[in-house]
Nanobody, 125 residues
Framework: QVQLVESGGGLVQAGGSLRLSCAASGRTFGSYNIAWFRQSPGKAREFVAFISRSGANIDYADSVKARFTISRDNAKNTVYLQMNSLRPADTAVYYC??????????????????WGQGIQVTVSS
């Protein structure tokens, strides 16, 4: 089992940057595939980015490609989401999610077993 805690959110102006962190408990963090999702009021939870256990496989939603970068440091039990060129449309609560084992559809929230509590990111225009 793993517990996830997000940090690094906040308020930023359009065009600015933030780096989110997802810190995990447990000694087997390297066996978990990790994704970031986000959710705005009245909208479904939306896939943002995915990184495999080793970091070899990475995927992004089209809406964040070339602006966001996902990475992980298994020695620190942490996954990062570097967000650049932020837009008001990026405003949401951001969640990290973990799956111990294969993820057959990285964009589907139900495929992940563990979730953080979420952190607010607000981008002002």
């Amino acid at each position: 089992q793993v517990q996830l805690v997000e940090s690094g959110g906040g308020l930023v102006q359009a065009g600015g940057s933030l780096r989110l962190s997802c810190a995990a408990s447990g000694r087997t963090f390297g066996s978990y595939n990790i994704a970031w999702f986000r959710q705005s009021p009245g909208k479904a939870r939306e896939f943002v980015a995915f990184i495999s256990r080793s970091g070899a496989n990475i995927d992004y939603a089209d809406s964040v490609k070339a602006r966001f970068t996902i990475s992980r440091d298994n020695a620190k039990n942490t996954v990062y989401l570097q967000m650049n060129s932020l837009r008001p449309a990026d405003t949401a609560v951001y969640y990290c999610a973990a799956k111990n084992g294969a993820v057959y559809s990285v964009v589907t929230p139900n495929n992940y077993d563990y979730w953080g509590q979420g952190i607010q990111v607000t981008v002002s225009s």
